[in-house]
């Protein structure tokens, strides 16, 4: 026979409930069920030192739940009369079951299920890893004192790859009248290769009119 509990927001209906858990944790059973969270909904806040059962009981209920729930709760107030609230006769847990079980609102639709499984499998997939990135101090040197340094460095950088940044530039004077050109560069690793820049452009045809060889100063990853 089911148990029925009506104006939970009174005294009156307090003081049944109150009645009720003498003796009890929960309100049907020895474990957390539907009938408490049925029953916990009506009562609009926790009863008062005058119904220490019910007050027992909804400190309980409240923990639970607030475990199932972590998010923090900005407070609502139900202010309508309360429905009678009607608690399924006490059962016998199943053995091995806890209260971690519970199924608070049924049994899950097939959307849900498949909504589910597709957040599983998006946390298992890895994410891509972002490629890194070089800054480059490089010495560009010309044959001779008579090398025209403006075409030089316009020779260096007219070499243009995927994931390769020219940047500042500089003429440092190395000796009887020569100068080198150092200029800074920013490259993205898996885009591009220092070696191949040099062999394979900055030292070939027709930028090899200008330069005679390529040193790398500083490299520093980002």
């Known amino acids: 026979m089911a148990i029925t509990f009506t104006d939970l927001h009174t005294q009156s209906g307090l003081k049944s409930l109150d009645q009720h858990l003498s003796g009890k944790s929960y309100v049907s059973g020895d474990q957390l069920t539907k009938d408490d969270i049925k029953v916990y909904a009506a009562v609009l806040e926790k009863p008062g030192d005058a119904f220490p059962n019910a007050s027992k009981w909804y400190d309980s209920l409240a ?12 407070g609502v107030r139900i202010g309508c009369k309360g429905a009678p609230v009607e608690a399924a006769p006490a059962k016998a847990a199943p053995g091995g079951d806890d209260d971690d079980d519970l199924d608070l609102f049924g049994d899950e639709t097939e959307d849900e299920k498949k909504a589910a499984e597709e957040r599983e499998a998006s946390k298992k997939k890895p994410s891509k890893k972002e490629s890194g990135k070089s800054s480059i101090l490089m010495d560009v040197k010309p044959w001779d004192d008579e090398t025209d340094m403006k075409k030089l460095e316009e020779a260096v950088r007219s070499v243009e790859m995927p994931g390769l940044f020219w940047g500042a530039s500089k003429l440092v004077p190395v000796g009887y009248g020569i100068k080198k050109l ?22 070939v045809e027709p930028i090899n009119e200008y330069v005679q060889s390529c040193d790398i100063v500083a490299f520093n990853k980002i």
């Open 63 to 74: 923990s639970q739940l607030a475990a199932s729930f972590p998010g923090k709760a900005v």
């Open 182 to 203: 150092q200029i800074m560069l920013t490259i993205i690793d898996d885009l591009v290769s220092v070696d191949t820049l040099v062999e394979d452009h900055l030292t």
